[in-house]
């Protein structure tokens, strides 16, 4: 069982920044890649970054390409995500996701789907004012 706290979010106005790190209970963290999703009012929740276990891969959807960067700190159980030059766009319910155990060789990039992850937290929101 993992249990995920995200923290960080918060009201920024357009162009700001914030950091968003996601707690990770457990002592199989390292063995899982991490992920966060969004969901904004109305809309269907969607992948936002993603990082293999080890932090060797990591991929961004397009929209946030160039201004989100996910990372994470294996020996604190903690993944972080930066998110700069905030749009309104953004605003939306950031979610951590952590994905099943990985058993084999290797560091596969994270996937992009929502049933590839395993436990998920309980959201904080980021509001962006324009």
């Known amino acids: 069982q993992v249990q995920l706290v995200e923290s960080g979010g918060g009201f920024v106005q357009a162009g700001g920044s914030l950091r968003l790190s996601c707690a990770a209970s457990?002592?199989?963290?390292?063995?899982?890649?991490m992920a966060w999703f969004r969901q904004a009012p109305g809309k269907e929740r969607e992948f936002v970054a993603g990082?293999?276990?080890?932090?060797?891969?990591?991929r961004y959807a397009d929209s946030v390409k160039g201004r989100f960067t996910i990372s994470r700190d294996n020996a604190n159980n903690t993944v972080y995500m930066q998110i700069n030059s905030l749009k309104a766009g953004d605003t939306a319910d950031y979610y951590c996701?952590?994905?099943?155990?990985?058993?084999?060789?290797?560091?596969?990039?994270?996937?992009?789907?929502?049933?590839?992850?395993?436990?998920w937290g309980q959201g904080t929101q980021v509001t962006v004012s324009s």
């Open positions: 457990g002592r199989t963290f390292s063995t899982r890649a």
């Open positions: 996701a952590a994905g099943r155990r990985w058993y084999g060789s290797g560091s596969p990039s994270p996937s992009t789907q929502r049933g590839a992850y395993e436990y």
């Open positions: 990082i293999s276990w080890s932090g060797s891969n990591a």
